[in-house]
Structures are given as structure tokens and as C-alpha cells.
């Protein structure tokens, strides 16, 4: 399922459809957008279930990556700025990604991580200029939401709301 919005401004009914959407898929969430603060909203809205986990890749190590991929069970990372990991980062998540969909094919769901990316850069400019790997863009993008400064209001549009999603009660 590739999910993504094509207009270069999405409205805030589109945007609350494609968060609703992410919050019931079983897949990774591409988030773009000027704002950390609207990214990272958008990511708890998305969340459910374990952990959710921030991770700024600006100022991620290589090894201290690999660690909490290697030790989150459970829950969900959310890697804001993706755009700054490293080639050897990339290729990590691009595999670790590649496992969790044989894991979820053959209906083992012990120890899936969701990832869900944020990223304020325009990635196929990235990508066209050999900065950012294709085939993790590619992983990444199944459900891509992108939003703009929507308002100086900190947080999701007032007209957000959390999507119901069961065992959240």
C-alpha cells in the first residue's frame, strides 16, 4: 500500500485522514514538514501501543543508532530529521526495515518496532543529489504525510483530534 499526498498544499481534512490512516497500518510513516513541533505532534497522534521513542538524527552517533535498533522491542521510533543520517545509518534502517516486513509476512508481530520519519528537507532533492538512499525513501514512503506551518499554534491543527484505535482505552 503507498499512500501519499500529491498537491503542495494538503488540507487539514487530508492530513487528519492520512494521520487516521497511519494509526491503523501496520507499515512505516513518512512525515515532512517545516515544524518539529508539528512533526513530532503528528507522531503521537500516529502512535499506539509501547514506547514511542524520539530520536533527533542530527546529533545521533552511528553506534548509539544501531544500539536502539538492536534493543527496542517494542513501540515505535520516531527518527525526526532523517535526512541528516549517515550513508552507514541509512543502510541500517533500510535493512532493518527490509526484516521487519519478512517478520510481519510471516505473521510473527514478537518485537516490531514501528518506525515512523520526520524529516523539514525535500528528500527526492537529497536522493537526486546521492545524500539520501532511495531504497530507505522508498521504505519509508508507504504512507507519506506532509504538512505545512498550518499555524504558529504549537502542536497539531486545533481540528485534529487522536484516532480511536483499539487497546487504547
Same mark, same amino acid.
Given at each position: ?7 503542495? %498544499? ?11 490512516? @497511519?494509526?491503523? @497500518?501496520?507499515?512505516?510513516?513518512? #512525515?515532512?514538514?517545516? /515544524? ?9 497522534? *500516529? =502512535? ?14 552511528? +553506534?548509539?543508532? @544501531?544500539?536502539?535498533?538492536? =534493543? %527496542? ?8 530529521? #532523517?535526512?541528516?543520517? +549517515?550513508?552507514? !545509518? ?11 516486513? *519478512?517478520?510481519?509476512?510471516?505473521? &510473527? ?14 528528500? !527526492?532533492?537529497?536522493? @537526486? ?5 532511495? %531504497? ?8 507519506? #504525510?506532509?504538512? /505545512?506551518?498550518? &499555524?504558529? %499554534?504549537?502542536?497539531?491543527?486545533? /481540528?485534529? +483530534?487522536?484516532? =480511536? ?5
Amino acid at each position: 500500500m503507498k499512500t501519499s499526498h500529491s498537491s503542495a %498544499t494538503p488540507t487539514t481534512g487530508q492530513v487528519d485522514g492520512l494521520i487516521k490512516l @497511519a494509526a491503523h @497500518a501496520d507499515c512505516p510513516v513518512l #512525515i515532512t514538514g517545516p /515544524s518539529v513541533r508539528q512533526r513530532e505532534a503528528i507522531a503521537r497522534l *500516529i =502512535h499506539r501501543g509501547g514506547e514511542l521513542v524520539r530520536v533527533d538524527c542530527t546529533s545521533l552517533d552511528d +553506534s548509539v543508532f @544501531a544500539s536502539a535498533l538492536d =534493543h %527496542t522491542t517494542v513501540g515505535t521510533l520516531f527518527l525526526d530529521e #532523517i535526512d541528516a543520517m +549517515s550513508p552507514p !545509518m541509512q543502510a541500517r534502517l533500510s535493512r532493518f526495515l527490509e526484516q521487519q516486513v *519478512i517478520r510481519r509476512t510471516s505473521h &510473527s508481530s514478537a518485537g516490531l518496532v514501528r518506525i515512523i520519519a520526520g524529516s523539514d528537507g525535500n528528500l !527526492m532533492t537529497r536522493i @537526486a543529489g546521492n545524500q539520501f538512499s532511495a %531504497t530507505l525513501f522508498y521504505r519509508l514512503n508507504l504512507i507519506h #504525510i506532509q504538512v /505545512s506551518e498550518l &499555524s504558529s %499554534t504549537p502542536g497539531p491543527p486545533r /481540528s485534529f +483530534s487522536p484516532p =480511536h484505535v483499539e487497546g487504547q482505552d
